[in-house]
C-alpha cells in the first residue's frame, strides 16, 4: 500500500528508471491543462504547458507560435480572422 | 490567374502573417516570388490573399523599387539593407595567403631548417617533461608531508 498521502490522485504518477535497471513510481506535480483556440475550442499545438519554474527558463520560441494570434488562435482560426479584416 | 505580377496581397500563414506585398515573379504553377512588409521569399499562393490592387512593377523589381511603389498605395515598409559580402571575401585570400608561405620556406631552407627546430622542439619537450616530473613529485612530497605533520601535532 502506498501511504496515505499518495493514495489520492491530486499528484500524477510517472515511472523512472533507476540506474539498476528497476522501474520506480515517483510522485510528481500535476502539469496545467494544455491550451485552447479562442474561438473554436482546438487544443494548440506549440504551446508549452508546463509548471512555472519550467516556463521561466524556456526560449520565448518554445512557449508559442511566432504568428500573431500564436497561442490565442489556432491557424486556421487566424487565416479567417485576417482576411476578414482585409476584406472589410 | 489571379496571382499575375503586381498583385498586392497579405500573407495569411506564417510569422510575416498579417503584412502586405507585393508579387514580383511567378516560379510555378503554386509558387510565386513576394516583397514588401514580408521577407523577400517565395511563397506558396495558398498562404496568400489576394488583394483587389495591382500595381505596375517589373519583373524580379529590386526592393528599393517595391518599396517605392507600395508607398504611393499607402503601404508603408522599410528597405532591407544589402548583405555586405566582405567576410566572404577575406576568408578564401588568407587561406590562399598561408599556402604559398610554407612552399618557399621548405624550399629556402632546405633540410637543415627542417631539422634543428625538430631538435629544438624536441629538447624543449624533453625540458619540459623534466620539469613537470619534477614539480609533480614535489608537490605531492609536500603535501604528503603537511598531511603527515597535521595529525602529527594534533
Known amino acids: 500500500m502506498p501511504k496515505p498521502g499518495h493514495r489520492s ?24 491543462a494544455k491550451a485552447r483556440c479562442g474561438s473554436c475550442g482546438a487544443v494548440l499545438k506549440g504551446v508549452a504547458s508546463e509548471r512555472p519554474y519550467k516556463m521561466q527558463n524556456m526560449p520565448r520560441s518554445r512557449k508559442k507560435p511566432q504568428r500573431p494570434y500564436g497561442g490565442m488562435l489556432c491557424s486556421r482560426c487566424m487565416r479567417t480572422v485576417i482576411i476578414e479584416k482585409e476584406r472589410v | ?15 510575416d502573417a498579417g503584412k502586405k506585398c507585393v508579387v514580383i515573379d511567378i516560379l510555378d504553377n503554386n509558387l510565386v ?28 523589381a529590386s526592393n528599393k523599387d517595391v518599396v517605392s511603389a507600395l508607398k504611393k498605395e499607402g ?28 612552399e618557399p620556406k621548405k624550399s629556402k631552407a632546405a633540410k637543415k631548417k627542417e631539422k634543428e627546430p625538430k631538435k629544438g622542439s624536441e629538447e624543449k619537450k624533453a625540458a619540459k617533461k623534466d620539469t613537470k616530473d619534477k614539480k609533480e613529485p614535489k608537490k605531492s612530497k609536500e603535501k604528503k608531508a603537511e598531511t603527515k605533520g597535521k595529525p602529527a601535532s594534533n
Do not use: W
Open chain 1, 9 to 32: 490522485r491530486s499528484l500524477r504518477r510517472v515511472f523512472v528508471r533507476t540506474p539498476g535497471g528497476e522501474s520506480r513510481l515517483h510522485y510528481r506535480k500535476k502539469k496545467p
Open chain 2, 1 to 15: 490567374m489571379i496571382f499575375e505580377i503586381g498583385r498586392i496581397a497579405v500573407k495569411i500563414a506564417g510569422r
Open chain 2, 33 to 60: 516570388l513576394i516583397d514588401g512588409q514580408t521577407r523577400r521569399r517565395k511563397c506558396s499562393i495558398v498562404h496568400l490573399e489576394p488583394l483587389d490592387k495591382v500595381i505596375k512593377i517589373k519583373k524580379n
Open chain 2, 75 to 102: 503601404i508603408e515598409c522599410k528597405e532591407k539593407a544589402a548583405k555586405e559580402k566582405k567576410e566572404k571575401s577575406e576568408r578564401p585570400k588568407k587561406q590562399k595567403k598561408k599556402k604559398p608561405e610554407k
